[in-house]
């Protein structure tokens, strides 16, 4: 079974929360038959969300909890706590966290009590994007905290070489989750016997997710996809990733999302118009 997963844009307008955007978004990701949404990843603007932010997400999509997985990472222990246990009561399908960031040389046993508490209240899958958050998550640290009475189910691994996330099943079993981060990647990670993938991309292309990542497909086409993806996640990048996915999304699928929050700043008209001439030369949804 391959998991799509959508680490979901946050919509702002003047920097609050446009929830009733958030709300639609969600639905049509849901109806494009991405598997599960991911609330306050990277691409969601997970760091620069409050708690009671990433609450009122949650509680937006009630009748859809069992389709959530909230990142209740943090630099606050007690607040990410208070999100694991609001995950659990709400029967969220399970929590994800980053690892304690930002500061240099965060010592291993912190970063596997971290964890043990965290998956002791509700399974959870570990947030490892290292170029983020300046810390790596090993196989070796999972082990310790799932020795240790936590539950790590899986990891989300956001490093380019697939090497690495096939070294977590590797170490930790065959039952272990290991989804693909980069959107570059996701074809061959499933054909690689992976879990599925947590691709940002999916916020703007869900359709092309699941071809690229269907292994009934002959290769050539899954590859075919996984290509568009690559080019519309660089256009993405070239401009601005934590910006360009919510102009990606309004021009593709044609919806408005709202914009980021600053410090990441929306782009501007001459950078959303090149944007879109680009992107259409690449794709346009049928
Ligand atoms: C997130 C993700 C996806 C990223 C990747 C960004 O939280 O946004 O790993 O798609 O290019 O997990």
Known sequence: MT??????????????LDLE??????????EDKMDFLFIAGTTGLGPSLTSEEKLLMTNELKEVSSKLILQVGSLNLEESVRLAEHAKSSRLHAIAAYP???????????????????????PLIAYNYPLATGYEISPGIIKKVNQGGGNVIGVKD???????MLSFKYELGNDFLVY????????SATRSGLDGSVAGSANYVPELLIKATNIDLPLSEALAAQKTIATLAGLSRKYGQWAANYNLVKIIRGYDVGIPREPIFALGKEAEEKLTTEAR??????
């Open 3 to 16: 998991h799509r997963i959508v680490p979901v844009i946050s919509p702002f307008g003047a920097n609050t």
């Open 158 to 164: 956001t490093l380019p070489e697939l090497a690495h």
């Open 100 to 122: 304690p960031y930002f500061f240099p040389r965060m010592q291993d046993d912190w970063v596997v009590k971290y964890f043990t508490t965290l998956s002791k209240i509700h």
């Open 281 to 286: 030369a690449v794709y346009t949804r049928q």
């Open 180 to 187: 693909s981060g980069p959107d570059t990647v996701v074809t």
């Open 21 to 30: 955007k958030f709300r639609r978004h969600a639905h049509a990701l849901l």
